[in-house]
């Protein structure tokens, strides 16, 4: 398809979802890394830590006590962003100096009793808990919230301060900047082109597979061809499906063998537990049950922040935050290796 | 202005230059941040190094050798990102895979020959050097390229490989998603309001003074309304001015002393070398030099990693990445934080 070798020479590509484009650089992964290192993740987590706000059992930092929970567990976040009855800012009338109100709740779901397992270790009928608990807190936010963010950070380097494994779920009386872009380009190529983009689009990955990681009859993950981040993957359901609590308990239990297929071959690419964060995308909710949203399709997006090793992550800094994102490899050779690897865990191997 | 208190209650705030909006959740300062840590900068660099590629006299990684210069110093970036001959990719006809032809150059430009020097520390005539050479380059650069990108990352928090005070100047065939976007938006401004979005923008913080951080006869440094770092800054002229080979003898000394006592500032601040990256914004050129660019005006961002200490940077990671930015103290409290700090180097008084 390519006239020039992609892994030589520089190109744009564009990202549907995100009306914008991305500058390809492959060869710039031929360069020396003398810059900063991570401290690779901690591998040693004990099972239960008596210090852990998150753990069965303990107090959290505003007093509260976790019950002894055995499967997943949620509770408000301590130190919420968004506050269900914050005031209205009122009106400065300058159309330089606009402020809006932004009401939602905050919460914290720990997908596990143990801190020591992630979801590719933990159990298929574990990791359909976790799915079945999104699902009903889509359901019960979204009942009037617009936007209900699923969301988890992975690793210290990813801000994340507790390795317990968790995500977060904030909802908000507004759609948030990157959803709403989503809901416009998705809405003008349904109408462009009479069917959801993102159905098209995993039709298209799975026939072309150059960029497929891993799929199952109902799903699919591949390195999008617009792939930003070294290692970032699109998690698509083959069939059209709007949002998470659309999903049948087949699908469910299809997604949970995905998610810890894909998750196991990002823990084997470096042999760490494998730093991201993650997010659900699906259409808009509250206001917006009652809309048509055909053009949306239901799926997660993987950022990922490492490059070139456990320690060496991609820096999105100057060219990137002024101008342009920018990546060091060719979407299709991160596929290809994340591809390759094996589907059995590294920590499962050794014992 | 506000009927709430933008301290303990969160809000949105409507960025114009970016058609987005950001969470402002100060509460969020609170909580208590038991995540990573950074390594604070070093130090003690050695004002010369026989193995820094940087260096006056010294040889690069491809064997070519430095000039032994005295004042800043521009070479080929060694792993350019783009590169002036690249092949057009040809086109795939489907709209999900669409890809174009890059083309450009990247180079670097050392500040001074000292490599323990950074521009608060370098004296006037050394700045007005830098900042000629800027100009010289986007002169030269932009008589063809339609975008030339000058960007400084600084620490190794911002990817920074290297300790040796330089930036980066990328030009490109094509006008990038930032300053595509930025065009759009002021464009608009302009053609509904009738006056440069950011000189108007200046006028206005310039008489609040909430958001001014340092100001002079002929600029003005302010933590931007919407700000989403969080001691974010955008540095201003106050007269329209459309690039930066447009500034004066005197804009351009004028300049150097600003960003001299806006960088002592950020020094001050947590009494360390500063990180950031920054990033300067003109009109386009090349083919857009003969077009009316009227709705431009020249600005710098700086984005600075750091949160809470040198060593506690803000992680824009799940809800910013997947949602929105969030921030976790005002544009106000920011501004004034640094508005308050001495305009004395800490490593000057030390002295
Ligand atoms: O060119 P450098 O300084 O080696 O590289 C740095 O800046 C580039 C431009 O922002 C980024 O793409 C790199 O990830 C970063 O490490
Ligand atoms: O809520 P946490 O996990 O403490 O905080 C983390 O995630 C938030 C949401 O992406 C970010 O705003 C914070 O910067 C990050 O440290």
Redesign the interface.
């Given at each position: 398809?390519?006239?020039?070798n992609?892994s030589d020479?520089?190109?744009?590509?564009?990202n549907?979802l995100r009306d914008?484009?991305v500058?390809?650089?492959a060869?710039?992964m031929?360069?020396?890394?003398?810059?900063?290192v991570e401290?690779p993740p901690e591998e040693h987590i004990p099972r239960y830590d008596p210090g852990n706000p998150l753990c069965p059992g303990n107090t959290r930092?505003n007093g509260k006590v976790n019950s002894h929970y055995d499967s997943t567990y949620v509770f408000e976040n301590?130190?919420?962003?968004?506050?269900p009855d914050?005031?209205?800012?009122?009106s400065?009338q300058?159309?330089?100096?606009?402020?809006?109100?932004?009401r939602g709740v905050c919460k914290v779901m720990c997908f596990h009793p143990w801190s020591d397992v992630t979801l590719p270790l933990m159990k298929m009928h574990e990791v359909v808990k976790v799915i079945d608990k999104w699902a009903g807190l889509v359901e019960e936010l979204g009942a009037t919230y617009p936007?209900v963010?699923i969301?988890?950070?992975k690793g210290?380097?990813?801000?994340?301060?507790?390795p317990h494994p968790h995500c977060?779920v904030?909802a908000?009386n507004?759609l948030?900047?990157?959803?709403a872009l989503s809901d416009r380009c998705q809405r003008s190529?349904y109408q462009k082109?009479g069917e959801p983009?993102l159905q098209?689009?995993a039709r298209?990955e799975a026939e072309r597979k150059e960029r497929v990681v891993v799929e199952s009859p109902d799903w699919l993950a591949v390195v999008p061809?617009w792939a930003t981040w070294p290692y970032q993957t699109l998690l698509l359901p083959r069939r059209h499906v709007l949002r998470i609590t659309d999903l049948t308990t087949e699908e469910r239990e299809g997604l949970a063998d995905i998610m810890r297929r894909l998750l196991t071959k990002y823990d084997n690419l470096f042999e760490i537990s494998f730093p991201y964060?993650?997010?659900w995308?699906g259409a808009p909710t509250g206001p917006h049950l009652k809309e048509d949203n055909s053009h949306w399709q239901l799926h997660a997006?993987y950022?990922p922040p490492l490059l070139r090793s456990a320690m060496v992550k991609k820096?999105m800094?100057?060219?990137e935050?002024?101008?342009?994102?920018?990546r060091d490899l060719t979407p299709e050779q991160a596929a290809e290796k994340l591809r390759n690897l094996p589907e059995e865990h590294y920590k499962n191997r050794e014992n």
């Open positions: 398809v390519f006239c020039l992609p020479h520089q190109h744009l590509r564009y549907p914008t484009w500058l390809v650089s060869h710039r031929k360069r020396p890394w003398a810059g900063q401290k930092a301590d130190f919420p962003a968004l506050q914050a005031p209205d800012p009122g400065d300058h159309p330089l100096f606009q402020s809006k109100a932004a936007w963010q969301f988890e950070n210290a380097m990813m801000g994340c301060s507790n977060q904030w908000s507004f948030p900047n990157e959803p190529y082109h983009m098209q689009y298209q061809y964060s993650m997010g995308h997006h950022y820096f800094v100057g060219y935050m002024l101008a342009q994102e920018q």
